[in-house]
């Protein structure tokens, strides 16, 4: 399956090479237009590949099987997609087209059933019981019987992702149809991977509720990666359609896009693969560390520049410069105290258990710094440890050696 993803990459690549623009158009000056095409196809192989790594060294996980098929479905969909787009244009004159496009919008929905299902096997492969595994292969049954009943059904076929055009069912039938039914075989199969993929949501929640240990570390990885991917999307779109629409013509939103969807696949193979596990622990509490202190610090420095640049100019005419510079020398010197605050308050009210281990260990460090007593020490030793870890049993082992002189 990573093969046949590899063998549609490259087919991909010939037709952009013919002129078929399907991974870039480089007739767009903004780069998320320009090679925007490019995310899903790297997130395709990316997950081909994570699925060949978990289906050899991790057979018993049936969540390969899944992200194997979500690559090689999606690759091979944008590939026929492509072909189709690029003939019907007239680009490149290449025959069939209409039946490239047929394909691709079956392949689409493959793919996206695939990863709607996702939810449901993560982080082991296995459904969280019998009857969500009953739910789940009924609902998929359900969008595949309605998906092939829509590829010979009568009417339009969606060539662009946009929907700007359309053409005829190649495959249609001369089937009898109603307008309700008409509207279930058209649009059932969205819904229904929509629900299932709410359904795969509340999975993921009720497992989460479920877990402890490692389990509830594998799923810290993907909950992080969405959180913060999710947030760091909708940062950008409330600014760029409020505030600065620029921001989707740079860099910046592409590097978004791109984080998302390869930081996905990654994210998944660390927690499959159980491979630096409680890393994440301190992946969060960096992230909502530097998230709050480059927010006070954004606010503190627009908001001095704003107030020195208005003293400036009452007292000394118009000196903005001057204003940046007084403000970058605050933020420097607050930078440093403001870091250990923030760290200190986010330890308090979010990672309380290390927070404390860590004023344990700082009074024991005073301690032993003063102590002179060997039973003293070791008691409050045994102490700490207790605290700290609250392990079953404690037991110290003291290995003294003596020297022995000769008269």
């Not at 946009?162 to 495959?171: D, M």
């Not at 990885?221 to 999710?230: D, E, H, M, R």
């Not at 998230?291 to 903005?320: C, D, E, N, R």
Request: glycine share 8%; proline share 4%.
């Amino acid at each position: 399956m990573l093969g046949l993803a590899t063998l549609a990459f490259a087919g991909a690549l010939v037709l952009q090479g013919m002129g078929c623009r399907s991974l870039i158009d480089p007739s767009r000056p903004e780069p998320a237009l320009a090679y925007g095409l490019l995310m899903l196809p790297l997130n395709a192989l990316a997950f081909s590949l994570l699925g060949a790594l978990i289906n050899t060294y991790r057979p018993e996980n049936r969540f390969g099987w899944l992200a194997s098929l979500y690559g090689v479905a999606l690759m091979w969909a944008l590939l026929v997609d492509g072909y189709g787009q690029c003939s019907l244009s007239g680009r490149v004159s290449l025959p069939g087209g209409d039946y490239a496009i047929w394909m691709a919008r079956f392949g689409d929905m493959i793919a996206f059933l695939a990863l709607a299902m996702m939810p449901w096997l993560f982080p082991d492969g296995h459904f969280l019981s019998a009857r969500w595994r009953r739910a789940g292969l009924s609902g998929v049954s359900l969008v595949l019987a309605l998906n092939a009943l829509r590829a010979l059904w009568p009417g339009l076929l969606r060539v662009d992702s946009f929907g700007r055009s359309w053409i005829e069912n190649p495959a249609s039938l001369d089937l009898p149809s109603t307008p309700w039914l008409d509207s279930v075989v058209r649009q059932g199969p969205d819904r229904l991977i929509m629900v299932l993929f709410l359904g795969g949501i509340v999975s993921l929640l009720l497992r989460w509720r479920r877990s402890s240990g490692e389990t509830r570390q594998q799923m810290k990885w993907l909950t992080t990666l969405l959180a913060t991917s999710g947030v760091l999307f909708l940062a950008v779109e409330v600014v760029g359609s409020g505030f600065y629409p620029a921001i989707f013509d740079g860099w910046f939103y592409l590097i978004e896009l791109l984080f998302f969807w390869l930081g996905m696949p990654v994210a998944v193979g660390l927690a499959v693969f159980k491979y630096r596990l409680y890393d994440i622990d301190i992946v969060i509490r960096r992230t909502v560390l530097y998230a709050v202190l480059t927010a006070i610090l954004a606010l503190v420095y627009f908001g001095s520049v704003t107030l020195l640049t208005g003293l400036f100019s009452s007292f000394a005419g118009q000196q903005p410069a001057l204003a940046i510079v007084v403000s970058t020398l605050v933020i420097a010197a607050l930078f440093a105290p403001l870091r250990r605050r923030v760290q200190d308050t986010i330890d308090r009210r979010f990672f309380r258990r290390k927070y404390d281990a860590q004023q344990v260990l700082a009074r024991f460090a005073l301690a032993a710094r003063d102590e002179t007593d060997l039973d003293a020490l070791t008691a409050e030793l045994v102490r700490v440890v207790d605290d700290t870890m609250q392990p079953e049993r404690v037991s110290v082992w003291l290995r003294f050696q003596s020297e022995v002189t000769d008269a």
